[in-house]
C-alpha cells in the first residue's frame, strides 16, 4: 500500500447528509477522504419497509455522487457492518484517524467510540444535546410546551419585545378542525427517478426476491426525492401550496388525502438534505409576505423547533434503557393488521395502514390516535410496537420513534415524559377524520357487534388501569366516567371478545 496523501478518513453516517453541518463543514479535498458505509445491517435481517429502505439508501449515494462532483475522494463501501466498512477505507488509505459528528443512536455511539472514532459535535439540531440537559435538569416535569416558549424567546423565532407575536404562544386551539366535506387538497410533487434510483431499487428487488421476509411495503411510490434539489423542491412546495392551510388542518384525517396540507419535510430533514435553521427561516420569510395565518405559522414552527428538537433532547437526556421501558406491563403480541390491513374491518385502521404500506409515511395524528392508541388500548408490548414503527416509517429515526413510540405513543414510561396517556376512543377518531362513514362499527357504541372496537377498548383500558391513572389529575375525570357506566361488565366480557379476534386478524 503506497504512502497516502489523506490525513483523515471522515465517517459521514447515511443521516448526516450536509456539507455545511457535522464532520463536513471542515472537510478539505486535499486532505480528507469522505466513507459512507452501507451496512447489511441497516439492509437486512427484519422486515424493513422497501420505501424507507430505498430512500435512505438512494439518498446516501446521489450525495456521496455530489460530493465526488465537487473534487472529494469518496469511498460508498458496502460491508457487514459500519466498522468493518471503516476497517476497509484504512485498509485502502491508510491508519488514518477517523473522524465523525456525533452519531445519532445510542448504538453507534457505542461501537463507532469503542472503535477509537474522533467525534464533532453534531450541530444537525438547533439545540445542542449539553444545551438541551442544561434546560432539563431545571425541570420538575419535561413539559414540552415549556421547552418550546424558551426555543421561541432563545432563537428570537415569532417574538417581539420578550412576548409572543399575536399575544399567544400557543395557538392549538385554531388547529383541530376536522376535515371539511368535498374539500380539494393539494397534490403532493412526484419525482421520477434517476439512473442511482433505478440501480438501488434493482438492487433492493433482488435482494426481496431471495430473502422476502426481509421486506414489506411497496415502494418507490414517487412522492419522495432523493437528493438535495428534491427537498428543497418540497419546501418550496409546501411554502407555496400547503403553508397557508397547515395549521387549521394539521389533525385532520381524511381518507381523500394522505397528506393535506402537511409540509412532507421530515424525511428530508432526518438524513440531513434540509437543515431546521434553512427550514425555519425559509418559514419566517414567507410568513412576512403575507397570505399565511399565524396559527399555521407557529403550528409550524411548534413542530420544528419546539416538538422536533425536543423529542431528540429527550433521546440523549434519557439513557438508552429508557427504551426498554414497560410500565403498563403490556405484552400482546403485535396484531396482525399492522402488517396486514386487510385483517381487520376497521376502516381506520385498515386505511392508514394501507396509506403506510404504499408510501412508508402517514402524518402524526394517524400515527398517534390511530396506530399508537391501538397499540395502547390493546397492551402491545411496547418494544414490539417500537421495532415494527423503525422498520416501517420512512422518517422512522432511533432519536425520533424511541420518545414517541415508548413515552408519548404507549405510555410505557410511566409518565417520565408525558402528563398523561393518549388514549382515545371511536368518538375522538370520528371528529377528525371521515374513516366512520361506511364502517360497519359504530363508534357511539362501547357493547355490541357493532360496537366500534376503539370505543369498547378506550373503557377496557381505564377500567384495567383505574389504579394507576385515578391519581393522574389529566385522566382522573375520565376514569371517573368509569362509575356512570351500568354495562360496565359487558364492556368487560365485549373487550376479550374484541382482543381475542384482532389478536387473530378477524375482527
Known amino acids: 500500500m503506497a504512502e497516502s496523501k489523506f490525513t483523515r478518513i471522515l465517517y459521514v453516517p447515511h443521516d448526516h447528509l450536509n456539507e455545511s453541518f457535522g464532520v463536513l463543514k471542515t472537510a478539505n479535498p486535499a486532505a480528507d477522504v469522505l466513507v459512507l458505509v452501507e451496512s447489511a445491517r441497516m439492509t437486512s435481517g427484519r422486515n ?19 460530493l465526488e462532483a465537487k473534487g472529494f475522494t469518496v469511498r460508498y463501501l458496502q460491508a457487514p457492518t459500519t466498522i468493518d466498512g471503516l476497517n476497509l477505507a484504512r485498509a485502502e488509505f491508510g491508519p488514518l484517524e477517523i473522524h465523525c459528528a456525533e452519531p445519532s443512536s445510542y448504538r453507534q455511539m457505542a461501537a463507532l467510540s469503542e472503535f477509537g472514532v474522533h467525534f464533532v459535535e ?18 420538575k416535569t419535561f413539559v414540552m410546551e415549556n421547552f418550546y416558549r424558551a426555543q421561541r424567546m432563545r432563537l428570537g423565532i415569532l417574538v417581539d419585545n420578550g412576548k409572543p407575536e399575536g399575544g399567544r404562544w400557543n395557538f392549538d386551539a385554531d388547529n383541530r378542525l376536522p376535515p371539511p366535506k368535498g374539500h380539494v387538497y393539494p ?40 437528493t438535495r434539489a428534491a427537498a428543497l423542491a418540497q419546501l418550496d412546495d409546501f411554502l407555496s401550496n400547503r403553508f397557508e392551510n397547515f395549521g387549521p388542518y394539521e389533525d385532520a ?37 403575507g397570505g399565511v395565518s399565524l396559527a399555521s405559522c ?40 399492522y402488517w396486514n390491513p386487510q385483517a381487520t374491518e376497521m376502516n381506520c385502521a385498515r386505511s392508514v395502514v394501507e396509506d403506510l404500506r404504499e408510501r412508508s ?29 423503525r422498520q416501517t416509517f420512512i422518517d422512522a429515526s432511533e432519536w425520533v420513534m424511541v420518545p414517541n413510540v415508548i413515552g408519548m405513543g404507549v405510555h410505557a414510561d410511566n409518565g417520565q415524559m408525558m402528563t398523561k396517556p393518549y388514549a ?62 351500568s354495562d360496565l361488565p359487558e364492556v368487560r366480557a365485549r373487550a376479550r371478545e374484541v382482543l381475542a379476534k384482532l389478536e387473530a386478524g378477524e375482527l
Open 253 to 289: 384525517m381524511p381518507r381523500d388525502s394522505w397528506s393535506v396540507y402537511h409540509s412532507l419535510l421530515s424525511p428530508y430533514m432526518n438524513v440531513g438534505l434540509l437543515h431546521a435553521s434553512e427550514v425555519i427561516e425559509a418559514v419566517r420569510v414567507r410568513f412576512q409576505q
Open 298 to 337: 407557529e403550528g409550524f414552527v411548534r413542530q420544528v423547533i419546539g416538538w422536533r428538537e425536543y423529542i431528540n433532547g429527550i433521546y440523549w437526556f434519557f439513557n438508552d434503557s429508557y427504551r426498554e421501558s414497560n410500565g403498563l406491563a403490556a405484552n400482546r403480541k403485535l396484531l396482525p393488521l
Open 48 to 66: 424493513w419497509h422497501k420505501e424507507r429502505l430505498f430512500f435512505l439508501v438512494a439518498s446516501a449515494r446521489q450525495f456521496a455522487r455530489s
Open 424 to 485: 382515545a376512543g371511536g368518538a375522538y377518531v370520528n371528529r377528525m377524520s371521515n374513516y366512520c362513514g361506511g364502517c360497519r362499527f359504530d363508534p357511539k357504541k362501547r357493547t355490541g357487534e357493532d360496537a366500534c372496537p376503539l370505543t369498547t377498548l378506550y373503557w377496557d383500558f381505564l377500567d384495567r388501569n383505574r389504579e394507576g391513572f385515578a391519581r393522574n389529575h389529566r385522566i382522573a375525570q375520565q376514569v371517573k366516567g368509569l362509575d356512570r357506566l
Open 187 to 226: 397534490q403532493p410533487l412526484s419525482f421520477e427517478p434517476d439512473e442511482i434510483d433505478r440501480q438501488v431499487l434493482a438492487e433492493i428487488e433482488g435482494r426481496r426476491k431471495a430473502h422476502p421476509e426481509d421486506y414489506w411495503g411497496d415502494g418507490p411510490s414517487g412522492v419522495w426525492g432523493t
Open 361 to 389: 409515511w402517514v402524518h402524526h395524528i394517524p400515527r398517534l390516535m390511530v396506530l399508537s392508541n391501538l397499540a395502547l388500548l390493546t397492551a402491545v408490548n411496547p418494544q414490539e410496537y417500537l421495532d415494527w414503527m
Open 122 to 139: 453534531n450541530d444537525f439540531f438547533l439545540t445542542s444535546r449539553p444545551l438541551f440537559k442544561l434546560w432539563a435538569e431545571k425541570q
